[in-house]
C-alpha cells in the first residue's frame, strides 16, 4: 500500500512539472477585419526584422478585395539604395467566413514548386474603429508589423500600438522602423 501511494504520488508530482515546464504562451488575440475597409494602401511604420525584408527601408501594402472574397496583395519595398522591389500575392481566410487570421501566398517559383510550404500566416491582432492603424502579427510572434494608412503617426498612437503589441506578447524593442524619405517624399 506504501508503495502504491508512493508511485502514486510521484507520477502526480512529474505531472505538475511536465505542466509548469510548459512555455507555450497563449496566441495572440486577433480582431476581426471589415474586408472592404481594410483594403487599400498601408504604410509599415515598423516591422520585426525578417530575412524577406533585410534591405527595406520603407514598405507599403496595397490590398484589394476580389469577388472571390480573396484579397490581391502588393507589397512594396524601397531599399537603402532607392530602388523599389515588389511582390504579388492572394490572401483568404484560414477559417470560411472569419476574417481576423488570414493566409498569405506570395506568387514566387518556390511557392509554385511548394505552394503549401509557402502560406504565411498573418494574424490581424488589432485596428482601429476608422481603419487609420493596424498590427499584424504571427501567432509564433516571430513577425510584427506596425501598420498606417499615412507614413507617420502621432506619437500618442504610435505608443497605443506598442503598449497593445507588448501586451500580446511582441518584443517591441526589436522593431525597425520606417526611415524617412531623405527627398521628403514618401
Given at each position: 500500500?506504501?508503495?502504491?501511494?508512493?508511485?502514486?504520488?510521484?507520477?502526480?508530482a512529474?505531472?505538475l512539472?511536465?505542466?509548469a515546464?510548459?512555455?507555450?504562451?497563449?496566441?495572440?488575440?486577433?480582431?476581426?477585419?471589415?474586408?472592404?475597409?481594410?483594403?487599400?494602401?498601408?504604410?509599415?511604420?515598423?516591422?520585426?526584422?525578417?530575412?524577406?525584408?533585410?534591405?527595406?527601408?520603407?514598405?507599403?501594402?496595397?490590398?484589394?478585395?476580389?469577388?472571390?472574397?480573396?484579397?490581391?496583395?502588393?507589397?512594396?519595398?524601397?531599399?537603402?539604395?532607392?530602388?523599389?522591389?515588389?511582390?504579388?500575392?492572394?490572401?483568404?481566410?484560414?477559417?470560411?467566413?472569419?476574417?481576423?487570421?488570414?493566409?498569405?501566398?506570395?506568387?514566387?517559383?518556390?511557392?509554385?514548386?511548394?505552394?503549401?510550404?509557402?502560406?504565411?500566416?498573418?494574424?490581424?491582432?488589432?485596428?482601429?474603429?476608422?481603419?487609420?492603424?493596424?498590427?499584424?502579427?504571427?501567432?509564433?510572434?516571430?513577425?510584427?508589423?506596425?501598420?498606417?494608412?499615412?507614413?507617420?503617426?502621432?506619437?500618442?498612437?504610435?505608443?497605443?500600438?506598442?503598449?497593445?503589441?507588448?501586451?500580446?506578447?511582441?518584443?517591441?524593442?526589436?522593431?525597425?522602423?520606417?526611415?524617412?524619405?531623405?527627398?521628403?517624399?514618401?
Amino acid at each position: 500500500m506504501a508503495i502504491r501511494k508512493a508511485l502514486m504520488l510521484s507520477c502526480m508530482a512529474l505531472a505538475l512539472v511536465g505542466c509548469a515546464g510548459n512555455d507555450h504562451p497563449a496566441p495572440p488575440r486577433t480582431q476581426q477585419v471589415d474586408l472592404q475597409r481594410y483594403q487599400g494602401t498601408w504604410y509599415e511604420l515598423a516591422r520585426l526584422p525578417m530575412f524577406f525584408q533585410r534591405n527595406c527601408v520603407q514598405s507599403e501594402a496595397h490590398y484589394a478585395l476580389r469577388t472571390d472574397g480573396r484579397i490581391d496583395v502588393t507589397n512594396r519595398c524601397r531599399e537603402k539604395d532607392g530602388q523599389w522591389n515588389e511582390a504579388k500575392g492572394i490572401a483568404e481566410a484560414q477559417q470560411p467566413g472569419s476574417t481576423d487570421k488570414l493566409w498569405v501566398r506570395f506568387d514566387n517559383w518556390f511557392s509554385r514548386l511548394a505552394p503549401d510550404l509557402t502560406k504565411g500566416e498573418y494574424w490581424v491582432l488589432y485596428h482601429d474603429k476608422d481603419y487609420r492603424v493596424a498590427l499584424v502579427g504571427h501567432p509564433n510572434r516571430e513577425y510584427l508589423w506596425l501598420l498606417s494608412r499615412t507614413p507617420a503617426i502621432p506619437d500618442k498612437t504610435r505608443d497605443q500600438l506598442l503598449e497593445i503589441a507588448r501586451e500580446q506578447g511582441y518584443d517591441t524593442s526589436k522593431l525597425v522602423w520606417r526611415q524617412a524619405d531623405s527627398t521628403g517624399v514618401e
